[in-house]
C-alpha cells in the first residue's frame, strides 16, 4: 500500500508497538471462545499463553511504555514536528523492547547474509550465460 498510494503523495507508515498498558493485549487474549481454543500447537514451548505472560515479563524487565509519550511520538510523526521536515523510512518502532528485539532480529539477518556471501554469489549466471539470456528477452547489456 506504501509504494501504490506514494503515487497520490499519500505517507503509509507501519507502526511497530512495544508493550504500551492498554487494553489491547487483553481484548485479544480473550477474544476466542473457550470451546474454540486450538487443540493443535497449545504447548507453552510453543507460544501458546504466552501473551498472559507479556505484562509480566515487560514489568520485571522494565519494558513498559508510557502511552502518554506514546501519542505525542505518534503525533510528531503524522504532524511532522519535532522529527524535522524530511524522512525516508517508513516503519517506526516504539517502545525499547520492541527497539531491542527488531534491532537483534536485523542483526541476526544482517550476520547470516555475511556469512553465506559466497553461497549465494555462487548461484550467478556466468557471462556467456548471461549474454544469451539477455537476448532471448530482448534485453541488450553494456
Known amino acids: 500500500m506504501r509504494l501504490e498510494l506514494a503515487l497520490f503523495n499519500v505517507r503509509v507508515l507501519t507502526i511497530v508497538p512495544g508493550y504500551f498498558p492498554t487494553s489491547f493485549i487483553g481484548t ?3 477474544t476466542q471462545p473457550a470451546e474454540q481454543k486450538p487443540t493443535a500447537y497449545f504447548d507453552p514451548s ?14 520485571a524487565n522494565k519494558y513498559v511504555g508510557d502511552t502518554a509519550k506514546l501519542a505525542e511520538r505518534l ?3 503524522v504532524t511532522r514536528t ?3 521536515e524530511k524522512y525516508e523510512w517508513h516503519r517506526v518502532v516504539l517502545g ?3 527497539g531491542e528485539v527488531v534491532a537483534k532480529k536485523l542483526g541476526d539477518i544482517v550476520d547470516g547474509v555475511r556469512a553465506t556471501e559466497s553461497l549465494w554469489r555462487s548461484t550467478d ?6 549474454q ?11
Open 28 to 30: 485479544v487474549a480473550n
Open 46 to 59: 510453543q507460544g501458546y499463553g504466552s501473551i498472559q505472560g507479556l505484562a509480566p515479563y515487560c514489568i
Open 75 to 77: 503525533y510528531e510523526i
Open 82 to 84: 519535532g522529527i524535522g
Open 96 to 98: 525499547t523492547d520492541c
Open 125 to 130: 549466471m556466468d557471462s556467456s550465460q548471461l
Open 132 to 142: 544469451a539470456y539477455a537476448a532471448s528477452v530482448g534485453v541488450t547489456l553494456q
